[in-house]
């Protein structure tokens, strides 16, 4: 008897989160039956063949899309997606649960477990395919642990973009679909909305800074102190666009604590230990020295460049590239070499 | 009204950890306060004070050598404190529990204040295993917390117990630096983050007279450990194997002009990160 498997798919704006299909490969690999639980947040529709025929190619037997008794569900109201989710586990004898550590998965995964009473480890960079060990950093990102996790239901929250997605090539489905053909199925699942007298979401605010996801970035470019100022950062966001223009990757600008106290930058555009911890194929540290804390936040990039007029700073012993000069001259040439092209 | 704080006891980000018998750190290194927990007691202290008759009681799991952490909680404006002793490394699971146990033995609590995630473990969950544990709602990522005091809930006379139904608006930050606001009724349990306040730090003088005040310490109650038997199915995490993150990298230096530099770097996301 296989164990049944789920993964939590994030549809944001009517947009599949690519980070999810690495959380599906991730929960795939014991050849489980695999179940997605589709969370809707925001706006926009995403057409359900459309949706079930991506997933078939990633592995997924089952489509299951969650909705409450009680009209329609606030799709951003994280109480009630993860009621709604414990039932629906529930209802399908779910034994592992896969999702991102991402915002919504910090939401979800947690009040799952606690309602459950059921382990979880959070930031995994690995799951077994027996689904009984996890690799996640601990220590301030400066060590790498293997968990043992047991229990009949486990949860797992993968950090995004650190395992490899891994379609299948699409086979073309005959007319009965049959085991073989690993056809994706849809279903519904009507959760009964639950009563809670003592807590009301009563405003979402978006951030105006929805449009530079750290976390989904297949390239970083960050500042740090040398930036001099917040108008600077002007650079990097122009650097960060030319890239984007070329229409190969999405990209984002961070930035090092010290700008954030400084008030240069906003803290939700903060790498680090108290800030966000990024997993970039290219991480570029403009002006960034290097803290400790720093590398906790981007020690899991690809590539990694450091341009820093200060040959000592400890960032430019553990990259991939430096350059030892001023970011006021490199940045801008880079951005024009990216416009070129 | 009781408000408790938990806080835990987490080697010092910048610290130097060594791998031991490989699954411990070695322990001779700076442990201190986790980070989001000085929010989190920061929180407590001006909640208390707004409310003008309540007591802040710091509540921690670990070894001995935590209670150094709880004093630092007592010199930021706790009143008590609590330590409840355990050598193991223990997960979330557990922690909940023990906390909840000690909360639960010292009375009934009004709100319950964490850190949003600890340096160390990170596990995330400790908050939400507490609420529900205790049937409260919990919050987590908290970046603003306000209570409603026109109501009237400060009620003269020595229990000022009528915290219950005391209304409060809190607002956790979400993706890209957007805010989900809640009402919510207390008591209940908030993860504090960062942004909530801005933490002062203790004087000498607040040092000192932390010192003269209530630290209990307790053994963890082993009857918890009992009653998470792997027979009911429930089960845990375990940490059996730690390594050092070794840095792997070779940095190879890009000299040149700028125009040459930009050229090298541009070649390096085309042919070797392929983002370009």
Redesign the interface.
């Known amino acids: 008897m296989s164990r049944k498997t789920g993964v939590i798919i994030e549809i944001r704006d009517g947009v599949v989160k690519d980070a999810n299909y690495g959380v599906v490969a991730c929960a795939g690999k014991g050849g489980t039956e695999l179940h997605a639980f589709v969370i809707r947040t925001g706006d926009g529709k995403t057409e359900s063949e459309q949706l079930r025929r991506e997933l078939e190619k990633h592995g997924i037997q089952k489509v299951i899309e969650i909705s409450l008794d009680a009209g329609k569900i606030d799709s951003?109201n994280?109480l009630d997606w993860s009621d709604a989710l414990v039932q629906a586990l529930t209802a399908y004898e779910i034994s592992t649960l896969f999702g991102l550590?991402?915002?919504?998965g910090?939401?979800l995964?947690?009040?799952v477990?606690?309602?459950l009473?059921?382990?979880?480890?959070?930031?995994c960079i690995d799951v077994s395919s027996d689904h009984d060990?996890a690799r996640?950093?601990?220590?301030?990102?400066?060590?790498?642990?293997?968990?043992?996790?047991?229990?009949?239901?486990?949860l797992f929250?993968i950090r995004p973009n650190v395992i490899e997605p891994s379609p299948e090539e699409y086979k073309v489905v005959a007319t009965e679909p049959s085991p073989a053909n690993r056809a994706a199925v849809v279903e519904s699942f009507v959760a009964k909305k639950s009563q809670?007298d003592?807590?009301?979401?009563?405003?979402?605010?978006?951030?105006?800074?929805?449009?530079?996801?750290l976390l989904a970035a297949?390239?970083i470019i960050s500042g740090g102190r040398a930036m001099r100022n917040g108008e600077n950062f002007k650079l990097l966001r122009d650097c960060a666009e030319a890239?984007a223009a070329?229409g190969?990757?999405a990209t984002a600008v961070g930035a090092s604590r010290v700008a954030v106290d400084l008030g240069w930058v906003?803290?939700?555009m903060q790498v680090g230990?108290?800030g966000e911890k990024v997993s970039p194929?290219?991480y570029?540290a403009c002006g960034i020295s290097g803290?400790?804390?720093h590398?906790?936040g981007m020690?899991m990039s690809?590539?990694?460049?450091?341009v820093n007029e200060n040959i000592n700073a400890a960032i430019?012993?553990?990259?991939?590239?430096?350059?030892?000069?001023d970011l006021f001259?490199?940045v801008?040439?880079?951005t024009?070499?990216?416009k070129r092209? | 009204m009781k408000i408790f704080v938990c806080v835990k006891h987490v080697p010092d980000s910048a610290a130097t950890i060594v791998v031991r018998n490989g699954d411990q750190i070695e322990e001779k290194i700076t442990f201190l306060l986790n980070p989001y927990d000085e929010y989190a007691v920061t929180e407590a202290v001006r909640f208390k004070k707004l409310l003008g008759q309540a007591e802040v009681i710091a509540v921690s799991l670990g070894r001995a050598d935590s209670e150094k952490t709880v004093r630092s909680a007592m010199a930021m404006g706790a009143d008590r404190g609590i330590l409840l002793l355990s050598d193991r490394r223990e997960d979330s699971i557990f922690t909940a529990r023990a906390l909840q146990a000690a909360i639960e033995q010292d009375g009934e609590p009004g709100i319950i204040f964490t850190g949003k995630e600890s340096i160390d473990m990170g596990g995330m969950q400790t908050m939400f295993r507490l609420g529900a544990g205790f049937n409260f709602p919990v919050l987590n990522n908290v970046v603003k917390f306000t209570p409603d005091i026109s109501d009237g809930c400060v009620q003269d006379g020595v229990s000022g117990d009528k915290h219950n139904n005391l209304k409060v608006r809190v607002e956790t930050l979400t993706e890209g630096g957007g805010r989900d606001v809640y009402a919510l009724s207390l008591p209940c349990v908030l993860g504090a983050g960062r942004g909530l306040n801005t933490p002062s730090y203790p004087t000498f003088p607040d040092v000192v007279k932390a010192r003269k005040r209530e630290l209990k310490v307790v053994p963890v109650d082993d009857q918890i450990r009992e009653s998470r038997s792997d027979k009911q199915g429930r089960g845990g995490t375990k940490i059996v194997a730690l390594e050092l993150f070794a840095e792997i990298r070779s940095p190879k230096q890009i000299k040149g002009s700028a125009k040459e530099v930009a050229k090298e770097i541009v070649r390096v996301l085309k042919d070797e990160a392929k983002v370009i």
């Open positions: 951003l994280m550590t991402d915002p919504v910090r939401e995964l947690p009040r477990a606690a309602a009473d059921a382990p979880l480890v959070m930031d060990l996640t950093f601990l220590y301030s990102g400066k060590t790498i642990a293997t968990i043992k996790v047991t229990g009949d239901i486990r929250g809670h003592n807590i009301s979401l009563v405003e979402t605010r978006a951030g105006d800074g929805s449009g530079n996801d297949d390239l890239v070329l190969a990757a906003p803290y939700r230990q108290t194929k290219v570029i803290s400790v804390q590398f906790a020690k690809g590539v990694v460049i450091a430019m012993s553990n990259c991939d590239y430096f350059v030892v000069a001259e490199i801008p040439a880079l024009e070499e990216l092209k």
